[in-house]
């Protein structure tokens, strides 16, 4: 059987019939339900966050984040088809008809977390001779780290061709400055097992995660540390304006007030 992401681009394969059909299918109503949950479980956010949906599609992993926390969410997606039949059921979330290949756009700091279901494979191919599958995850981890809080954190769940795959988005995520790890659900299943990307914009302690009983690589993600001290937060602005230098952005000059709180004017 092919991979719906090898037989058409995302937004010519959901067609107003295919996108129905997806959404009233009771099957793909629980896996789709039951990929959410265990995304959200991962997370272990607090109640009424602000949540960003990639891939929404007609708004099922949606219809768990208004359930499950109260989250207020947006969700984006390519397919105008998809989102089409989102408006027609009335989702509570905002939508918003985009590529998630050419970057996330959000202000800075938009959102407390992201949460993604069976979307992120689909940068990895190359729908037309100009779409490069590096250059997209490239957009993409950059403008999602960009979009979130310090702190905030994304679940991915996907579905990998092949190892090569799994590498480059792992890969593409810790370049972003992404820390964080791949959860295998059911590894020893064919049929079942599920990929999820779990990362972090920033330090998160380990109990903000749920990780208990899962086994996580981190080997593809791991960063080196600074011994035991926590970055303070002149290193951190330090850290993220040369991240944007390397990158090409214009940066202010660093000076001794760098990192300085600013104290309130009365």
């Not at 009771?26 to 990639?54: E, F, G, K, Y």
């Not at 969700?75 to 089409?84: E, R």
């Not at 990895?124 to 779409?131: E, K, L, P, R």
């Not at 792992?170 to 779990?198: H, R």
Request: charged share 25%; glycine share 8%; proline share 4%.
């Amino acid at each position: 059987m092919s991979r719906p992401e090898t037989s058409a681009p995302p937004e010519v394969f959901y067609s107003d019939v295919e996108s129905k059909k997806y959404t009233s299918s009771s099957r793909i109503q629980h896996i789709q339900a039951t990929m959410t949950l265990r995304a959200l479980d991962l997370l272990a956010l607090p109640p009424h966050q602000h949540v960003l949906d990639i891939g929404c599609g007609s708004g099922l992993s949606g219809e768990i984040l208004s359930q499950e926390g109260g989250h207020v969410w947006t969700g984006m997606d390519i397919s105008p088809s998809m989102l089409a039949v989102a408006l027609d059921r009335e989702v509570e979330g905002d939508l918003l008809l985009a590529d998630m290949g050419n970057g996330v756009p959000f202000r800075a700091g938009t959102f407390d977390a992201v949460i993604s279901i069976s979307a992120i494979q689909w940068l990895c191919n190359a729908d037309s001779s100009i779409a490069d599958p590096k250059k997209r995850l490239a957009r993409f981890f950059d403008s999602l780290y960009a979009s979130l809080r310090r702190g905030g954190k994304v679940a991915c769940q996907f579905y990998p061709r092949d190892n090569r795959q799994t590498e480059s988005i792992l890969n593409a995520a810790k370049a972003a400055g992404f820390a964080g790890g791949l959860v295998i659900d059911d590894e020893e299943s064919k049929k079942n097992k599920k990929y999820y990307l779990i990362l972090t914009a920033g330090n998160v302690n380990s109990h903000d995660i749920n990780l208990h009983g899962v086994k996580i690589d981190k080997a593809a993600m791991t960063r080196p540390k600074k011994g035991k001290q926590e970055e303070s937060r002149k290193e951190y602005i330090l850290r993220k304006k040369e991240l944007m230098r390397k990158r090409g952005r214009l940066v202010a000059l660093d000076s001794q007030f760098t990192g300085r709180k600013r104290k309130p004017k009365f």
